[in-house]
């Protein structure tokens, strides 16, 4: 019988200095020798920053990785991670049902999801409802005008903005640096038409607004989140990759929010931003040598992603076999 992820999670944190253990209950992804077998039954690979991607016959397998990553560098690994992802993106296509067009087809198993090849539109596009992250920052600096939306001015960390905006970046190879990118650019480099654009903000704000009503319903905020997407062979657009993973999201608990702002205290978070911080606080915004992260803190990660996997889907999640 399978055991539980909490278990696991558990029995890591009861070993902490068991290296065989924890590297026994991490995927850092296919070997050569996994590439070389997916290669001779026909599928390409392509190897992103968390995802394994094999594509055959219109279709893609997204297999997840424990690979954590931040600011479009790898950090190190989170055990079950992927499992707990894939589990999240899951929910989601299939909450979004017909609601907005994705390129989900199913799930093939703890780490795998089976999905549409796309072509994908080389963007990220980034819904924000609250003051946090890189636009705080922005913001702390004096920058008012976000992607044509002019900000007030006395706004305060982790404030809702007066109405959600959209700042897109550009999408880069693997463990390259994105870039933010204006609208006009966006038109300039033919990374997709005007008409094209419309219809991906109208998508990201409905897939936005969908998902703040049921992690509301949760108990939680979304203050923000990354969609990607891609045309069809039809040239439909469609959302792909994740949505509304805790990798991909800012999630605060609603609960204790107003009293943790009001007293200029962070929100509790349900995210990476506490690895980010850890970073930051070493010194690490994306250049130079990663700070090694305790593992502590990385099993601290894979507990609250799981807590938010178990409580969104109403399921205790299940491991693969090790």
């Known amino acids: 019988m399978a055991k539980r992820l909490s278990d696991i999670l558990n029995e890591l944190a009861s070993r902490p200095v068991d290296t065989k253990f924890w590297n026994a209950s991490t995927w850092q992804g296919p070997t050569q020798s996994d590439i070389a077998s997916w290669q001779a039954q026909g599928y390409g690979v392509y190897q992103g920053k968390v995802r394994t991607v094999l594509n055959r016959e219109g279709r893609l397998q997204l297999l997840h990785s424990d690979r954590l990553t931040a600011f479009d560098r790898l950090i190190d690994y989170v055990p079950l991670k992927g499992v707990i992802l894939s589990a999240i993106s899951d929910f989601w296509f299939k909450a979004l049902g017909e609601e907005v067009p994705t390129h989900y087809i199913k799930q093939l198993g703890p780490r795998a999801l089976l999905v549409e090849s796309t072509r994908p539109i080389k963007l990220e596009v980034v819904v924000r409802a609250y003051l946090a992250g890189s636009l705080a920052r922005a913001y702390a600096s004096g920058q008012r005008m976000f992607c044509g939306v002019k900000l007030p001015e006395g706004l305060k960390p982790f404030e809702r903005l007066p109405e959600p905006i959209i700042t897109p970046t550009t999408k880069a190879a693997a463990f390259e640096h994105d870039e933010n990118i204006s609208i006009d650019e966006i038109f300039r480099q033919e990374i997709c038409s005007k008409s094209e654009w419309e219809q991906i903000t109208v998508m990201a704000l409905k897939v936005f607004s969908i998902g703040s009503q049921i992690f509301a319903d949760r108990g939680w905020i979304l203050a923000d989140s990354k969609y990607e997407f891609g045309r069809s062979s039809d040239g439909a657009i469609k959302v792909i990759d994740e949505i509304h993973t805790p990798d991909s999201s800012r999630l605060w608990d609603l609960a204790t929010y107003s009293a943790k702002v009001s007293g200029q205290m962070e929100p509790e978070m349900l995210d990476k931003e ?16 990663v700070p090694a992260v305790p593992r502590a803190l990385l099993l601290e990660l894979a507990t609250t992603y799981l807590a938010v996997a178990e409580k969104l889907t109403g399921r205790p999640l299940l491991a693969p076999e090790l």
Request: proline share 0%.
């Open 274 to 289: 506490n690895i980010r911080r850890y970073l930051m606080q070493h010194g690490f915004t994306g250049f130079g040598e």
